[in-house]
Protein backbone atom coordinates (compact mmCIF):
# COMPACT_ATOMS: atom_id res chain seq x y z
CA UNK A 1 0.00 0.00 0.00
CA UNK A 2 1.62 3.04 -0.87
CA UNK A 3 1.90 6.03 1.42
CA UNK A 4 2.80 9.56 0.20
CA UNK A 5 3.98 12.86 1.71
CA UNK A 6 3.87 16.07 0.04
CA UNK A 7 5.71 18.90 1.89
CA UNK A 8 3.13 21.41 0.35
CA UNK A 9 3.34 25.28 0.62
CA UNK A 10 3.34 25.72 -3.38
CA UNK A 11 0.57 26.23 -6.53
CA UNK A 12 2.49 22.66 -7.70
CA UNK A 13 1.30 20.93 -4.50
CA UNK A 14 -1.86 21.49 -3.94
CA UNK A 15 -2.77 20.47 -7.32
CA UNK A 16 -0.59 17.16 -6.65
CA UNK A 17 -2.80 16.65 -3.94
CA UNK A 18 -5.90 17.13 -6.04
CA UNK A 19 -4.87 14.24 -8.22
CA UNK A 20 -3.61 12.29 -5.91
CA UNK A 21 -7.11 12.35 -3.83
CA UNK A 22 -8.84 11.80 -7.48
CA UNK A 23 -6.97 8.52 -7.84
CA UNK A 24 -7.92 7.34 -4.10
CA UNK A 25 -3.89 7.25 -2.96
CA UNK A 26 -3.23 7.61 0.85
CA UNK A 27 -1.29 10.77 0.71
CA UNK A 28 -0.55 13.55 3.28
CA UNK A 29 -0.02 17.12 2.77
CA UNK A 30 2.72 18.63 4.94
CA UNK A 31 2.66 22.32 5.56
CA UNK A 32 5.18 24.38 7.94
CA UNK A 33 2.70 26.47 10.24
CA UNK A 34 3.76 29.76 8.43
CA UNK A 35 0.45 31.11 7.91
CA UNK A 36 -2.87 31.23 10.45
CA UNK A 37 -5.10 29.36 8.08
CA UNK A 38 -3.42 27.41 4.66
CA UNK A 39 -5.60 26.15 1.89
CA UNK A 40 -8.17 23.28 3.05
CA UNK A 41 -6.48 20.10 1.31
CA UNK A 42 -8.67 17.23 -0.03
CA UNK A 43 -6.13 15.01 1.74
CA UNK A 44 -5.54 15.09 5.27
CA UNK A 45 -2.56 17.47 6.37
CA UNK A 46 -0.19 17.74 8.88
CA UNK A 47 1.24 21.10 10.48
CA UNK A 48 4.63 21.95 11.88
CA UNK A 49 8.19 21.08 11.83
CA UNK A 50 9.35 17.45 12.25
CA UNK A 51 12.77 18.47 13.97
CA UNK A 52 15.31 18.61 11.32
CA UNK A 53 16.21 15.93 9.10
CA UNK A 54 16.74 13.28 11.46
CA UNK A 55 13.34 14.14 12.98
CA UNK A 56 11.44 13.88 9.33
CA UNK A 57 13.53 10.52 9.18
CA UNK A 58 11.68 9.31 11.95
CA UNK A 59 8.45 10.53 10.82
CA UNK A 60 9.17 8.58 7.22
CA UNK A 61 9.82 5.40 8.99
CA UNK A 62 6.93 5.35 12.03
CA UNK A 63 4.57 6.68 9.70
CA UNK A 64 5.17 3.96 6.77
CA UNK A 65 5.62 6.81 3.88
CA UNK A 66 7.18 5.00 0.56
CA UNK A 67 7.03 8.07 -1.08
CA UNK A 68 8.70 11.32 -0.70
CA UNK A 69 7.15 14.09 -2.80
CA UNK A 70 9.22 17.37 -1.76
CA UNK A 71 6.89 20.48 -3.46
CA UNK A 72 8.45 22.99 -1.30
CA UNK A 73 8.87 26.40 -2.38
CA UNK A 74 12.27 26.45 -4.13
CA UNK A 75 13.65 29.12 -1.34
CA UNK A 76 12.66 26.56 0.95
CA UNK A 77 16.22 25.51 0.91
CA UNK A 78 16.66 24.34 4.97
CA UNK A 79 13.10 21.72 4.09
CA UNK A 80 14.51 20.34 0.65
CA UNK A 81 18.13 19.72 2.07
CA UNK A 82 16.18 17.83 4.80
CA UNK A 83 13.73 15.75 2.77
CA UNK A 84 16.82 14.92 0.23
CA UNK A 85 18.61 13.56 3.92
CA UNK A 86 15.82 12.28 5.78
CA UNK A 87 14.58 10.31 2.47
CA UNK A 88 18.35 8.74 2.42
CA UNK A 89 18.16 7.56 6.30
CA UNK A 90 14.79 5.95 5.34
CA UNK A 91 15.54 4.24 2.03
CA UNK A 92 12.52 5.66 0.75
CA UNK A 93 11.69 6.80 -3.07
CA UNK A 94 12.03 10.76 -3.23
CA UNK A 95 11.45 13.25 -5.81
CA UNK A 96 10.88 17.32 -6.04
CA UNK A 97 8.21 18.69 -7.56
CA UNK A 98 9.40 22.37 -8.35
CA UNK A 99 8.42 25.03 -11.05
CA UNK A 100 11.28 26.26 -13.53
CA UNK A 101 12.63 29.39 -12.95
CA UNK A 102 11.21 32.55 -14.12
CA UNK A 103 13.43 34.01 -17.28
CA UNK A 104 13.60 37.86 -18.09
CA UNK A 105 12.02 37.94 -21.93
CA UNK A 106 11.21 41.35 -24.36
CA UNK A 107 9.88 44.08 -22.43
CA UNK A 108 11.26 43.11 -18.73
CA UNK A 109 14.06 45.41 -16.89
CA UNK A 110 15.45 42.84 -14.94
CA UNK A 111 18.58 42.85 -12.05
CA UNK A 112 19.67 39.94 -10.39
CA UNK A 113 20.95 39.76 -7.02
CA UNK A 114 22.07 36.25 -5.95
CA UNK A 115 20.71 36.48 -1.86
CA UNK A 116 18.93 38.84 0.13
CA UNK A 117 22.10 40.40 1.51
CA UNK A 118 22.71 41.69 -2.17
CA UNK A 119 19.22 43.57 -2.65
CA UNK A 120 19.52 44.75 0.26
CA UNK A 121 23.47 46.42 -1.33
CA UNK A 122 21.69 47.10 -4.35
CA UNK A 123 19.42 49.55 -2.86
CA UNK A 124 21.93 52.06 -0.85
CA UNK A 125 20.86 54.67 -4.04
CA UNK A 126 18.35 57.60 -3.72
CA UNK A 127 14.84 57.10 -2.82
CA UNK A 128 12.57 54.78 -4.52
CA UNK A 129 9.10 53.35 -4.17
CA UNK A 130 9.58 49.77 -4.28
CA UNK A 131 7.12 46.43 -3.87
CA UNK A 132 8.80 44.86 -1.58
CA UNK A 133 6.96 40.88 -2.72
CA UNK A 134 8.83 39.04 -0.39
CA UNK A 135 5.58 38.26 2.18
CA UNK A 136 6.24 38.10 5.82
CA UNK A 137 9.68 36.95 6.70
CA UNK A 138 12.13 39.40 5.26
CA UNK A 139 10.62 42.26 5.75
CA UNK A 140 12.10 43.33 8.85
CA UNK A 141 16.05 43.82 7.25
CA UNK A 142 14.51 46.42 5.15
CA UNK A 143 14.67 48.94 8.40
CA UNK A 144 18.24 49.16 6.90
CA UNK A 145 17.10 51.27 4.11
CA UNK A 146 14.76 53.94 5.61
CA UNK A 147 14.82 56.16 3.12
CA UNK A 148 12.47 54.12 0.82
CA UNK A 149 9.03 53.43 0.83
CA UNK A 150 7.70 49.53 0.54
CA UNK A 151 4.91 48.18 -0.22
CA UNK A 152 4.53 45.41 1.82
CA UNK A 153 2.33 42.28 1.09
CA UNK A 154 1.57 39.69 3.62
CA UNK A 155 -0.66 36.45 4.10
CA UNK A 156 -2.08 37.56 7.87
CA UNK A 157 -1.69 40.72 9.68
CA UNK A 158 1.66 40.55 11.73
CA UNK A 159 1.67 40.75 15.65
CA UNK A 160 3.45 43.59 15.80
CA UNK A 161 4.04 46.23 13.17
CA UNK A 162 7.41 46.14 11.08
CA UNK A 163 10.16 47.89 11.92
CA UNK A 164 9.97 50.68 8.95
CA UNK A 165 9.17 54.06 8.77
CA UNK A 166 7.69 54.68 5.36
CA UNK A 167 5.41 51.66 4.54
CA UNK A 168 1.93 50.42 3.10
CA UNK A 169 1.42 47.08 4.36
CA UNK A 170 -1.23 44.95 2.43
CA UNK A 171 -3.35 41.95 3.55
CA UNK A 172 -3.77 39.43 0.60
CA UNK A 173 -2.74 36.18 -0.51
CA UNK A 174 -1.88 34.64 -3.89
CA UNK A 175 -2.16 33.72 -6.78
CA UNK A 176 -2.50 36.80 -7.78
CA UNK A 177 -4.21 38.47 -11.33
CA UNK A 178 -1.81 41.16 -13.48
CA UNK A 179 -5.20 43.66 -13.53
CA UNK A 180 -4.72 44.55 -9.54
CA UNK A 181 -1.61 43.93 -9.48
CA UNK A 182 -1.01 47.27 -12.22
CA UNK A 183 -3.87 49.18 -9.96
CA UNK A 184 -1.43 48.28 -6.44
CA UNK A 185 1.41 49.29 -8.44
CA UNK A 186 -0.21 52.26 -10.16
CA UNK A 187 -1.83 53.74 -6.85
CA UNK A 188 1.60 53.13 -4.62
CA UNK A 189 3.31 54.82 -7.77
CA UNK A 190 5.94 52.12 -7.45
CA UNK A 191 8.99 52.51 -9.44
CA UNK A 192 10.85 49.53 -8.55
CA UNK A 193 9.72 45.79 -7.34
CA UNK A 194 11.58 43.60 -5.48
CA UNK A 195 10.89 39.88 -5.52
CA UNK A 196 12.37 36.18 -5.15
CA UNK A 197 12.90 33.64 -8.56
CA UNK A 198 9.92 31.84 -6.96
CA UNK A 199 9.11 30.82 -10.70
CA UNK A 200 5.69 29.02 -11.03
CA UNK A 201 2.13 30.94 -11.82
CA UNK A 202 0.82 31.88 -8.38
CA UNK A 203 3.40 35.02 -7.95
CA UNK A 204 4.20 35.34 -11.61
CA UNK A 205 1.24 38.61 -11.97
CA UNK A 206 3.75 41.46 -10.26
CA UNK A 207 6.24 40.90 -12.65
CA UNK A 208 3.92 40.95 -16.11
CA UNK A 209 2.43 44.06 -14.32
CA UNK A 210 5.88 45.57 -14.29
CA UNK A 211 6.37 44.41 -17.44
CA UNK A 212 3.52 46.53 -18.99
CA UNK A 213 4.47 49.63 -16.67
CA UNK A 214 7.98 49.65 -17.92
CA UNK A 215 8.96 49.16 -14.33
CA UNK A 216 12.39 47.43 -13.12
CA UNK A 217 12.58 44.16 -11.03
CA UNK A 218 14.99 43.42 -8.74
CA UNK A 219 14.95 39.29 -8.96
CA UNK A 220 16.56 37.62 -6.44
CA UNK A 221 17.78 34.25 -7.61
CA UNK A 222 17.21 31.17 -5.67
CA UNK A 223 19.15 29.70 -2.96
CA UNK A 224 21.75 26.28 -4.12
CA UNK A 225 19.26 23.36 -3.49
CA UNK A 226 20.39 19.53 -3.13
CA UNK A 227 20.98 17.39 -6.01
CA UNK A 228 17.74 15.30 -6.49
CA UNK A 229 15.42 13.85 -9.47
CA UNK A 230 13.18 17.12 -10.57
CA UNK A 231 9.47 17.13 -11.99
CA UNK A 232 8.16 20.15 -12.67
CA UNK A 233 4.26 19.08 -13.64
CA UNK A 234 1.84 17.29 -10.81
CA UNK A 235 1.10 14.46 -13.52
CA UNK A 236 4.44 13.76 -14.03
CA UNK A 237 4.77 12.58 -10.30
CA UNK A 238 1.83 10.59 -10.96
CA UNK A 239 4.06 8.79 -13.35
CA UNK A 240 6.98 8.65 -11.22
CA UNK A 241 4.47 7.18 -8.25
CA UNK A 242 3.59 4.28 -10.30
CA UNK A 243 6.56 3.79 -11.92
CA UNK A 244 9.47 3.85 -8.63
CA UNK A 245 10.31 1.23 -6.22
CA UNK A 246 7.91 1.68 -3.48
CA UNK A 247 11.32 1.08 -0.87
CA UNK A 248 14.75 2.19 -1.95
CA UNK A 249 15.92 5.19 -3.55
C1 LIG B 1 2.35 28.44 4.35
C2 LIG B 1 0.13 27.88 2.22
C3 LIG B 1 -1.60 27.14 -2.89
C4 LIG B 1 -0.22 27.73 -2.65
C5 LIG B 1 -0.17 29.21 -2.98
C6 LIG B 1 3.20 29.67 -5.09
C7 LIG B 1 2.00 30.61 -5.05
C8 LIG B 1 0.35 31.87 -3.67
C9 LIG B 1 2.85 33.70 -4.23
C10 LIG B 1 3.75 38.38 -3.47
C11 LIG B 1 4.49 37.07 -3.30
C12 LIG B 1 5.71 34.76 -1.06
C13 LIG B 1 4.91 34.04 0.05
C14 LIG B 1 3.86 33.63 -1.97
C15 LIG B 1 3.14 32.99 -2.94
C16 LIG B 1 1.59 30.96 -3.61
C17 LIG B 1 1.27 29.72 -2.77
C18 LIG B 1 2.69 31.59 -2.76
C19 LIG B 1 4.68 34.85 -2.19
C20 LIG B 1 1.15 30.07 1.12
C21 LIG B 1 1.06 29.04 2.22
C22 LIG B 1 2.08 29.23 3.09
C23 LIG B 1 2.89 30.27 2.60
C24 LIG B 1 4.12 30.73 3.26
C25 LIG B 1 4.56 32.05 2.74
C26 LIG B 1 5.86 32.59 3.34
C27 LIG B 1 6.20 33.70 2.31
C28 LIG B 1 5.71 33.13 0.99
C29 LIG B 1 4.03 34.99 0.84
C30 LIG B 1 -1.31 28.29 2.13
C31 LIG B 1 -0.02 31.02 1.05
C32 LIG B 1 6.24 36.09 -0.61
C33 LIG B 1 6.90 33.90 -1.54
O1 LIG B 1 3.67 35.17 6.71
C34 LIG B 1 4.46 34.26 6.51
O2 LIG B 1 5.16 33.72 7.40
C35 LIG B 1 4.59 33.78 5.08
C36 LIG B 1 5.71 33.12 4.76
C37 LIG B 1 6.93 31.54 3.47
C38 LIG B 1 7.68 33.99 2.19
C39 LIG B 1 8.22 34.82 3.26
O3 LIG B 1 9.45 34.77 3.35
O4 LIG B 1 7.44 35.52 3.94
N1 LIG B 1 4.88 31.97 1.34
N2 LIG B 1 2.39 30.79 1.46
C40 LIG B 1 3.18 27.25 4.01
C41 LIG B 1 3.48 26.43 5.23
O5 LIG B 1 3.07 26.78 6.35
O6 LIG B 1 4.15 25.40 5.03
O7 LIG B 1 -1.76 28.99 3.05
O8 LIG B 1 -1.93 27.92 1.13
C42 LIG B 1 1.33 29.35 -0.20
C43 LIG B 1 1.60 30.17 -1.39
N3 LIG B 1 2.25 31.30 -1.39
O9 LIG B 1 -1.81 26.01 -2.41
O10 LIG B 1 -2.41 27.78 -3.56
O11 LIG B 1 2.99 28.48 -5.28
O12 LIG B 1 4.36 30.16 -4.89
N4 LIG B 1 4.01 33.17 -0.72
C44 LIG B 1 7.40 34.21 -2.94
O13 LIG B 1 7.02 33.44 -3.86
O14 LIG B 1 8.11 35.19 -3.11
C45 LIG B 1 3.86 36.15 -2.27
O15 LIG B 1 3.22 38.90 -2.46
O16 LIG B 1 3.74 38.86 -4.61
P1 LIG C 1 12.66 26.54 5.20
O1 LIG C 1 13.32 27.79 5.69
O2 LIG C 1 13.33 25.72 4.15
O3 LIG C 1 12.33 25.54 6.44
C1 LIG C 1 12.61 25.89 7.77
C2 LIG C 1 11.99 24.80 8.63
O4 LIG C 1 10.56 24.89 8.54
C3 LIG C 1 12.29 23.37 8.14
O5 LIG C 1 13.57 22.94 8.56
C4 LIG C 1 11.15 22.59 8.79
O6 LIG C 1 11.32 22.48 10.20
C5 LIG C 1 9.99 23.57 8.59
N1 LIG C 1 9.27 23.34 7.32
C6 LIG C 1 9.42 24.00 6.16
N2 LIG C 1 8.53 23.57 5.25
C7 LIG C 1 7.81 22.61 5.86
C8 LIG C 1 6.72 21.77 5.44
N3 LIG C 1 6.20 21.87 4.22
N4 LIG C 1 6.23 20.86 6.34
C9 LIG C 1 6.75 20.77 7.60
N5 LIG C 1 7.76 21.56 8.06
C10 LIG C 1 8.27 22.45 7.19
O7 LIG C 1 11.17 26.85 4.71
P2 LIG C 1 10.43 28.29 4.54
O8 LIG C 1 11.11 29.05 3.48
O9 LIG C 1 10.28 28.85 5.90
O10 LIG C 1 9.02 27.82 3.97
C11 LIG C 1 8.07 27.30 4.87
C12 LIG C 1 6.87 26.85 4.07
O11 LIG C 1 6.33 27.92 3.30
C13 LIG C 1 7.15 25.72 3.10
O12 LIG C 1 6.03 24.85 3.10
C14 LIG C 1 7.25 26.40 1.77
O13 LIG C 1 6.87 25.56 0.70
C15 LIG C 1 6.25 27.53 1.95
N6 LIG C 1 6.58 28.67 1.10
C16 LIG C 1 7.76 29.28 1.28
C17 LIG C 1 8.06 30.37 0.44
C18 LIG C 1 9.36 31.10 0.60
O14 LIG C 1 9.51 32.15 -0.03
N7 LIG C 1 10.29 30.59 1.39
C19 LIG C 1 7.16 30.78 -0.53
C20 LIG C 1 5.94 30.10 -0.65
C21 LIG C 1 5.65 29.04 0.19
P3 LIG C 1 12.04 21.20 10.89
O15 LIG C 1 13.51 21.39 10.65
O16 LIG C 1 11.65 21.28 12.35
O17 LIG C 1 11.51 19.96 10.23
Request: net charge positive.
Amino acid sequence: MRNILILGGTTEASALARLLAERGERATLSYAGRVDSPRPQPVPVRVGGFGGAVGLADYLRAQGVTHLVDATHPFAATMSANAATAARMACIAHVALTRPAWSATTGDRWTHVPDLAAALAALDGPARRIMLALGRMHADAFAARPRHFFLLRFIDPPATPPPLINYHLVIDRGPFDMASEMRLMQAHGIDLVLCKNAGGTGAQAKLLAARNLGLPVLMIDRPALPDRLELHAPRAVLHWIDHSADRGV
